[in-house]
């Protein structure tokens, strides 16, 4: 079975940082896509960032140069390292996989951002 297992979400002030992290099984990951979606309540999710099979990247200008999308295929994980966190940061992000014909999900990690 397919599983994408988050972690790293937390509460943290504002201007500080976090990692999170999603490790998939269940797939060859290295001929995945891999993305960071996040929904605040009340709100559509967004897509945050991705990283192609290749390494090459794409943010949300609300997060560029601050968010950094990272994957190691090694290890079957996707990393998405935030700095200067914002109140607006907060939301719950979901690890998002996929390929050309199918996308996978994980369950999601909570990430508040406060003072």
């Known amino acids: 079975q397919v599983q994408l297992v988050e972690s790293g979400g937390g509460v943290v002030q504002p201007g500080g940082s976090l990692r999170l992290s999603c490790v998939v099984s269940?797939?060859?990951?290295?001929?995945?896509?891999a993305t960071w979606y996040r929904q605040a309540p009340g709100n559509q999710r967004e897509l945050v960032a991705g990283?192609?099979?290749?390494?090459?990247?794409n943010y949300a200008d609300s997060v560029k140069g601050r968010f950094t999308i990272s994957r190691d295929n090694a290890k079957n994980t996707v990393y998405l390292r935030m700095n200067s966190l914002k109140p607006e940061d907060t939301a719950v992000y979901f690890c998002n996989v996929f390929d050309s014909i199918t996308h996978y999900w994980g369950q999601g990690t909570q990430v508040t951002v406060s003072s």
């Open positions: 990283i192609s099979t290749g390494g090459r990247t």
């Open positions: 269940g797939i060859i990951f290295s001929s995945h896509f």
